[in-house]
């Protein structure tokens, strides 16, 4: 391996070492190059490891434990598996979790022969970036390749009155030291509504205000119209279409006015409308690229080359889809790319997952899709109450919808809100990708009981419906 430690000089240096700058990193040192990995905080693995996908997953999953939220379909809405549940308990786990993956990934990279230096980085010309250590000493590292991986922070308007208390941003809510009663939540996209579904479901008041009147506007529509049903009968006040005008405390307690002289008082208030690119320290002007306003980066969207050809951007940094799982891709194929082994082109379809209570996932294309382009379908829905195994889990709600061309048969959307979803999603982003049919569901057993039978039971229903159809068109 070409690799030298303590040497100013590498063949890619990546900034950042969230899940994009780490998957770019381990692939060029597996094609046998020499990285360096300039990471800003004091430990790797970016907000996706340290504020983002990782501490709201593992305080998901803690809630859902201590509540028992998964057992109340058979004890009732009352059963409790830890009566007074603390802010403490919700951040032990969390500490915990978070340890251990720092850990392997510090290993990976030793492991792969990858440099890691602690420091902002900052661009000089395209050929050196200097780095600054958080006890100011600076140093000068050159490469052929850079990677900028340097992913987004919360977005802070001026309005909005911070205090890291009482209002908080989607960095500062996995810190909380108490459990308020009541929360308000600006910004009804995928984190504001798994937190408003999280926090509800530790039986906190939630308002969550959204200036659109829909939320979640990539997912089926079918989909969303249930989830929001749950949402709403379980008490999360949803103020859809609503503006805000002003964000004022009255002593510590936030109170948001809304357009049309409606107000929201709560105990805390969660402000989670949008993030920006963590740009403006990168000094980008030196090497000729410019950022949008929300600080992101243009790329070529097959090579994630910037109008730099030997700078990469990946990762949160360029935009949608901002997820960890598609960050890690984009890292990995631009690595290859940079050394001159492109990959196959990306699968057209990715999951997406949204870890709210209930979960939901959704690959392929929505209804709303498939009639826009004019694609004669039919759909199939299970629900997960008429799987055996839904009745042992004592589930009550949940269902699976798919959506098959008629004329092909082809699966064309697979959408899924429930326990489960994240992972059920899998099967059927390998049927769309695989350019299965429905034919896959209704030849294949599956696992007896199990919740993945919905798939069977979804196009079951799917293909009595096409029956029904044709029956009637002869
Ligand atoms: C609350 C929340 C929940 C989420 N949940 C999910 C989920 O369930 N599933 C999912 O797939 N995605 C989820 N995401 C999104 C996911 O976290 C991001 O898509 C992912 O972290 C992006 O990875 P990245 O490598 O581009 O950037 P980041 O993870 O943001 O990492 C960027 C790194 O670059 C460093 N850096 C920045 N500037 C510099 C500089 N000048 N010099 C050196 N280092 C620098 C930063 O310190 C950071 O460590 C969630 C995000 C949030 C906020």
């Known amino acids: 391996m070409n690799y030298v430690t303590a040497q100013n000089t590498y063949d890619v240096i990546v900034i950042g070492s969230g899940p994009a700058g780490r998957r770019a990193a381990v692939q060029s040192a597996k094609l046998g190059k020499s990285v360096l990995v300039v990471e800003k905080n004091r430990r ?18 803690t809630v859902l434990n201590l509540t028992g939220w998964r057992e109340r379909g058979f004890y009732g809405r009352s059963y409790r598996v830890k009566k007074d549940i603390r802010a403490v308990d919700l951040l032990s786990r969390q500490h915990k979790t978070l ?16 440099t890691t230096i602690y420091g ?19 140093g000068t590292y050159r490469a052929e390749r850079f990677v900028i991986a340097v992913g987004t922070r919360p977005f802070r308007p001026d309005y909005v009155p911070f205090n890291q208390v009482t209002v908080l941003d989607t960095d500062d809510i996995i810190q909380i030291d108490h459990i308020p009663r009541s ?59 609503s503006t805000v005008e002003q964000i ?20 805390m208030l969660l402000f989670a409308a949008g993030r920006v690119g963590a740009t403006s320290p990168l000094n980008l002007e030196a090497i000729g690229l410019a950022v949008d306003h929300r600080g992101r980066v243009t790329v070529d969207s097959n090579t994630f ?28 194929i631009a690595a290859c790319h940079a ?33 826009g382009r004019g694609i004669a379908y039919e759909c199939g829905i299970a629900r997960f109450r008429e799987t055996s195994r839904g009745q042992i889990m004592g589930i009550q709600s ?18 899924i809100l429930g326990e489960g979803a994240t992972e059920l999603i899998h099967i059927g982003q390998a049927v769309i990708n695989l350019k299965g049919t429905i034919d896959f569901f209704l030849e294949n057993t599956f696992n007896y009981p199990t919740l993945a039978e919905a798939y069977k039971i979804a196009a079951l229903d799917a293909w009595n419906r096409m029956a029904m159809t044709s029956r009637a068109m002869a």
């Open 398 to 415: 949940g269902m699976m919808k798919m959506i098959f061309s008629i004329k092909t048969g082809r699966l064309l959307g697979c959408h």
């Open 44 to 61: 790797v693995g970016g907000v996706s490891l340290h504020t983002g996908t990782i501490p709201s997953k593992t305080l998901r999953e």
């Open 99 to 114: 340890d251990h993956e720092v850990e392997v990934l510090e290993h990976q990279f030793q492991r792969n022969g990858v």
């Open 183 to 241: 929360m308000a939540i600006i910004g009804a996209g995928v984190i504001g509504v798994e937190y408003a579904s999280i926090f509800s479901a530790l039986d906190v008041q939630v308002t969550l205000i959204e200036p659109r009147t829909s939320i979640l506007d990539f997912v089926d529509s079918e989909i969303i119209a249930e989830f929001t049903h749950e949402m709403r009968d379980r008490g999360v006040a949803m103020r859809l279409g």
């Open 305 to 332: 080359q910037t109008s730099v050809p030997h700078i990469y951007a990946v990762g949160d940094v360029i935009g949608f889809p901002s997820l960890a799982s598609t960050s890690m891709e984009q890292g990995r």
């Open 120 to 138: 902002t980085a900052r661009f000089v010309d395209t050929g050196r970036v200097e780095v600054m250590t958080a006890q100011g000493s600076i």
């Open 248 to 267: 004022t405390l009255s002593g510590m307690r936030p109170i948001v006015q809304i357009a049309g002289g409606r107000s929201v008082h709560a105990d």
């Open 339 to 371: 050394f001159g082994v492109p990959p196959p082109p990306a699968p057209e379809y990715f999951p997406y997952g949204i870890y709210a209570v209930p979960e939901i996932s959704t690959v392929g294309m929505s209804e709303a899709e498939v009639a």
